[in-house]
C-alpha cells in the first residue's frame, strides 16, 4: 500500500511538470509612442486562437499562452495593430503609435454602435465638426444646408430662428410627419415645433426644436438614409435618422488638459432686391389714390398735376399733397421722388457666438466641459434670437468588461420674431408704392401712439409701428441627456460581445407670446393677446 501511494505522488508530480511544460505565462505592459502613457483595454490575443486579454487600467496585462504560441497580437482603436514573435523572454512590453487612417471610414449608427462606413449595407453620409462650423451658422439646419445628398433643407425664412423642414429622400407621407428622428450621443431626441400652427394665416412661425442644439458643440453627423439604418430604432426612424456625437476628450492625449476658446462674428444682408417699377404713383387707373396698396396712379412725375392733391393749382408749383403728412402734423407738400422702401426696412444683421470648453482625458476615462452664447440681431427690425448652451459628458473604464459614462445638454433660447402671412411686417414693406415715403413719413399720429399713419387702410399695420407695439417671442429651456454602462468582452478571435444599457431623458417648456397692441390691426378696444406655457412630458428612454 505504501509503495502505491508513492507511485501515486510520483505519476502526480510527473503531471504537472508535463502541463507546466505545456503553457507559459506572459506579461508585459502596452504604451502610447506619442506621450508614453499606458493604453488601457488593448486587446492582447495569442493569433489564430481564442486564447486573449485586455490591458488593465495601469495598461498591464498577464496572459496563460500555450507553449507552441508563436505569435502576441495587439489592438487597439485608432493605433496600428501589433504582432510580436513570443520568444524566450516571458515580459513582453509594447509601444503602440497612433493610426489616423484606422478611424476613417467608421461611422456611428444605430444604437451607438461604430462600423466601417463600408461594410455597411445602406446609404449613411458624415459631416465633420469643422464643415458645420466653418460658415459659423446659429442653426444647426441651416448649418447642413447643402452638406449632404438626398437630404432637402427648407428654411421658412431668413430670420433668427425660423424653423426649417429636413426631409431624407424625399417625402414619404401628404398629411403626416415627414421628420426624421434626431439621436444625440446614442438617445433619441425631439425635435419639432412645441405645436402646430396647422392653417393658420395669423401670427408668427414656430421654431422646430433642432434650435437648442449648438453645432460648435457637434464632433460629428450621420445621416442613415436607408430603412434598414433606421430597423433598431422603429417606426419612429421611417423617414430616416440623423445621429448627432458631441465632442468629448477621448481623443485627448492622456493627461494633458484642452482648454478652447473660440468667437465667431458673422453679418447678413438682404442677398436681392425685388424688380419693383417706378414709373407710376400710389393709386389705380391713372388716378392717385392716398390710400392704396396698388401702384397704378399717374405717373410719378405728373403728380404735381393732380387735380385734388397737386401742387400745380393749389400755389405749390412742382409739389404735390401728401396726406399721411398732414395726419403727422408735418408740412403736407412735397416734391415727387422714388422711393426704396425694401432697402430702407431692412438692416445689417449681426451674429456673435463664443465657445469655451475644457476636456481632459486620464488612464481610464475623460471628460468634457462647454458653454457657449449666441447673440443674433436679425436684418429686420425688432427681430434676433438668444441662445445659452451648456454641455458635460464623461466616461470612465471600471475595470477590462465595464465602461459607464453620461452625456447632458441644457439650452436657453429666446426668440424675438415677425408675424407671417396676413399680418406680416414685410408684406406691408413689399407691397408699399415708390412714391410713397414709409421709413421717413411717422408711423402715428402726434400725442396719439396707437392711432397709425400708413399708406393703406384696413387691418393693416405699419411695419415700424410693430416693432414698438407688437411682440412675438417664445423662451424655451431644455434639458435632455443619458447615462450607460457598457459590458465589452472578447468571444473568440475577431468577435466580440457588446452590451449596452442606457436610459435618458428629453424634457422643454417653451413659453410663446404673440400679442397685438392697442391700436394693432384696426382695433381701438382691446389688446389681442396669445400667451401659451407648453410644458412637455419627461420623455424618458430606457
Same mark, same amino acid.
Given at each position: 500500500?505504501?509503495?502505491?501511494?508513492?507511485?501515486?505522488?510520483?505519476?502526480?508530480?510527473?503531471?504537472?511538470?508535463?502541463?507546466?511544460?505545456?503553457?507559459?505565462?506572459?506579461?508585459?505592459?502596452?504604451?502610447?509612442?506619442?506621450?508614453?502613457?499606458?493604453?488601457?483595454?488593448?486587446?492582447?490575443?495569442?493569433?489564430?486562437?481564442?486564447?486573449?486579454?485586455?490591458?488593465?487600467?495601469?495598461?498591464?496585462?498577464?496572459?496563460?499562452?500555450?507553449?507552441?504560441?508563436?505569435? &502576441?497580437?495587439?489592438?487597439?482603436?485608432?493605433?496600428?495593430?501589433?504582432?510580436?514573435?513570443?520568444?524566450?523572454?516571458?515580459?513582453?512590453?509594447?509601444?503602440?503609435?497612433?493610426?489616423?487612417?484606422?478611424?476613417?471610414?467608421?461611422?456611428?449608427?444605430?444604437?451607438?454602435?461604430?462600423?466601417?462606413?463600408?461594410?455597411?449595407?445602406?446609404?449613411?453620409?458624415?459631416?465633420?465638426?469643422?464643415?458645420?462650423?466653418?460658415?459659423?451658422?446659429?442653426?444647426?439646419?441651416?448649418?447642413?444646408?447643402?452638406?449632404?445628398?438626398?437630404?432637402?433643407?427648407?428654411?421658412?425664412?431668413?430670420?433668427?430662428?425660423?424653423?426649417?423642414?429636413?426631409?431624407?429622400?424625399?417625402?414619404?407621407?401628404?398629411?403626416?410627419?415627414?421628420?426624421?428622428?434626431?439621436?444625440?450621443?446614442?438617445?433619441?431626441?425631439?425635435?419639432?415645433?412645441?405645436?402646430?400652427?396647422?392653417?393658420?394665416?395669423?401670427?408668427?412661425?414656430?421654431?422646430?426644436?433642432?434650435?437648442?442644439?449648438?453645432?460648435?458643440?457637434?464632433?460629428?453627423?450621420?445621416?442613415?438614409?436607408?430603412?434598414?439604418?433606421?430597423? &433598431?430604432?422603429?417606426?419612429?426612424?421611417?423617414?430616416?435618422?440623423?445621429?448627432?456625437?458631441?465632442?468629448?476628450?477621448?481623443?485627448?492625449?492622456?493627461?494633458?488638459?484642452?482648454?478652447?476658446?473660440?468667437?465667431?462674428?458673422?453679418?447678413?444682408?438682404?442677398?436681392?432686391?425685388?424688380?419693383?417699377?417706378?414709373?407710376?404713383?400710389?393709386?389705380?387707373?391713372?388716378?392717385?389714390?392716398?390710400?392704396?396698396?396698388?401702384?397704378?396712379?399717374?405717373?410719378?412725375?405728373?403728380?404735381?398735376?393732380?387735380?385734388?392733391?397737386?401742387?400745380?393749382?393749389?400755389?405749390?408749383?412742382?409739389?404735390?399733397?401728401?396726406?399721411?403728412?398732414?395726419?403727422?402734423?408735418?408740412?403736407?407738400?412735397?416734391?415727387?421722388?422714388?422711393?426704396?422702401?425694401?432697402?430702407?426696412?431692412?438692416?445689417?444683421?449681426?451674429?456673435?457666438?463664443?465657445?469655451?470648453?475644457?476636456?481632459?482625458?486620464?488612464?481610464?476615462?475623460?471628460?468634457?466641459?462647454?458653454?457657449?452664447?449666441?447673440?443674433?440681431?436679425?436684418?429686420?427690425?425688432?427681430?434676433?434670437?438668444?441662445?445659452?448652451?451648456?454641455?458635460?459628458?464623461?466616461?470612465?473604464?471600471?475595470?477590462?468588461?465595464?465602461?459607464?459614462?453620461?452625456?447632458?445638454?441644457?439650452?436657453?433660447?429666446?426668440?424675438?420674431?415677425?408675424?407671417?402671412?396676413?399680418?406680416?411686417?414685410?408684406?406691408?414693406?413689399?407691397?408699399?408704392?415708390?412714391?410713397?415715403?414709409?421709413?421717413?413719413?411717422?408711423?402715428?399720429?402726434?400725442?396719439?401712439?396707437?392711432?397709425?399713419?400708413?399708406?393703406?387702410?384696413?387691418?393693416?399695420?405699419?411695419?415700424?409701428?410693430?416693432?414698438?407695439?407688437?411682440?412675438?417671442?417664445?423662451?424655451?429651456?431644455?434639458?435632455?441627456?443619458?447615462?450607460?454602462?457598457?459590458?465589452?468582452?472578447?468571444?473568440?478571435?475577431?468577435?466580440?460581445?457588446?452590451?449596452?444599457?442606457?436610459?435618458?431623458?428629453?424634457?422643454?417648456?417653451?413659453?410663446?407670446?404673440?400679442?397685438?397692441?392697442?391700436?394693432?390691426?384696426?382695433?381701438?378696444?382691446?389688446?389681442?393677446?396669445?400667451?401659451?406655457?407648453?410644458?412637455?412630458?419627461?420623455?424618458?428612454?430606457?
Amino acid at each position: 500500500m505504501r509503495r502505491f501511494t508513492l507511485l501515486f505522488a510520483l505519476m502526480i508530480f510527473i503531471g504537472v511538470q508535463w502541463a507546466q511544460a505545456q503553457t507559459r505565462t506572459l506579461s508585459g505592459s502596452v504604451t502610447n509612442a506619442d506621450d508614453g502613457s499606458t493604453i488601457p483595454g488593448v486587446s492582447v490575443v495569442v493569433k489564430g486562437t481564442t486564447v486573449g486579454t485586455t490591458t488593465d487600467l495601469d495598461g498591464r496585462y498577464s496572459l496563460l499562452v500555450p507553449a507552441d504560441a508563436k505569435i &502576441l497580437q495587439f489592438s487597439f482603436v485608432g493605433m496600428k495593430t501589433i504582432e510580436i514573435l513570443i520568444g524566450a523572454e516571458n515580459v513582453i512590453n509594447v509601444t503602440m503609435q497612433p493610426e489616423v487612417t484606422a478611424i476613417e471610414g467608421v461611422v456611428v449608427t444605430a444604437l451607438g454602435i461604430s462600423r466601417e462606413k463600408k461594410s455597411l449595407g445602406y446609404a449613411v453620409q458624415s459631416v465633420a465638426d469643422e464643415d458645420l462650423i466653418r460658415t459659423g451658422n446659429v442653426n444647426l439646419l441651416g448649418a447642413l444646408q447643402g452638406k449632404v445628398s438626398g437630404v432637402d433643407i427648407k428654411p421658412s425664412s431668413g430670420m433668427p430662428g425660423a424653423s426649417s423642414q429636413l426631409q431624407i429622400r424625399g417625402a414619404r407621407s401628404f398629411t403626416g410627419n415627414n421628420t426624421p428622428l434626431y439621436v444625440v450621443d446614442g438617445m433619441p431626441i425631439s425635435s419639432t415645433p412645441a405645436y402646430s400652427t396647422g392653417n393658420s394665416v395669423t401670427g408668427s412661425d414656430i421654431s422646430n426644436r433642432a434650435i437648442d442644439i449648438n453645432p460648435a458643440d457637434i464632433e460629428s453627423i450621420e445621416v442613415l438614409k436607408g430603412q434598414a439604418a433606421a430597423a &433598431l430604432y422603429g417606426i419612429r426612424a421611417s423617414n430616416g435618422v440623423v445621429i448627432i456625437t458631441t465632442k468629448s476628450g477621448k481623443y485627448n492625449q492622456i493627461g494633458k488638459p484642452v482648454v478652447s476658446i473660440g468667437h465667431n462674428s458673422s453679418f447678413d444682408v438682404v442677398s436681392r432686391t425685388p424688380d419693383y417699377q417706378t414709373t407710376y404713383a400710389q393709386g389705380s387707373g391713372g388716378k392717385y389714390v392716398n390710400n392704396s396698396s396698388y401702384s397704378w396712379g399717374p405717373k410719378i412725375v405728373d403728380l404735381p398735376d393732380d387735380p385734388t392733391y397737386g401742387g400745380n393749382n393749389h400755389g405749390h408749383p412742382g409739389m404735390y399733397r401728401v396726406m399721411q403728412l398732414e395726419q403727422a402734423g408735418l408740412d403736407p407738400w412735397v416734391y415727387p421722388k422714388v422711393y426704396n422702401n425694401w432697402n430702407d426696412y431692412f438692416r445689417t444683421g449681426y451674429t456673435m457666438t463664443n465657445n469655451f470648453s475644457i476636456s481632459q482625458a486620464v488612464k481610464g476615462g475623460n471628460f468634457s466641459l462647454g458653454y457657449s452664447n449666441t447673440d443674433q440681431t436679425g436684418i429686420a427690425l425688432n427681430t434676433g434670437l438668444t441662445r445659452h448652451n451648456v454641455k458635460a459628458n464623461a466616461e470612465r473604464i471600471l475595470n477590462n468588461y465595464f465602461k459607464v459614462g453620461f452625456s447632458s445638454n441644457y439650452s436657453n433660447v429666446g426668440i424675438d420674431k415677425l408675424t407671417g402671412a396676413n399680418d406680416g411686417s414685410l408684406a406691408g414693406v413689399l407691397a408699399a408704392p415708390s412714391s410713397y415715403n414709409l421709413a421717413g413719413i411717422p408711423y402715428h399720429r402726434p400725442g396719439e401712439p396707437t392711432r397709425q399713419i400708413y399708406y393703406r387702410g384696413g387691418s393693416f399695420d405699419n411695419p415700424y409701428w410693430v416693432e414698438h407695439n407688437n411682440t412675438f417671442n417664445e423662451k424655451t429651456g431644455r434639458f435632455f441627456g443619458n447615462a450607460y454602462i457598457d459590458f465589452n468582452t472578447n468571444v473568440s478571435e475577431g468577435m466580440d460581445l457588446k452590451v449596452r444599457y442606457q436610459a435618458g431623458v428629453d424634457t422643454y417648456t417653451t413659453h410663446l407670446q404673440d400679442i397685438f397692441g392697442y391700436g394693432a390691426r384696426g382695433n381701438k378696444k382691446k389688446v389681442l393677446l396669445t400667451i401659451m406655457e407648453l410644458p412637455t412630458p419627461h420623455l424618458i428612454h430606457c
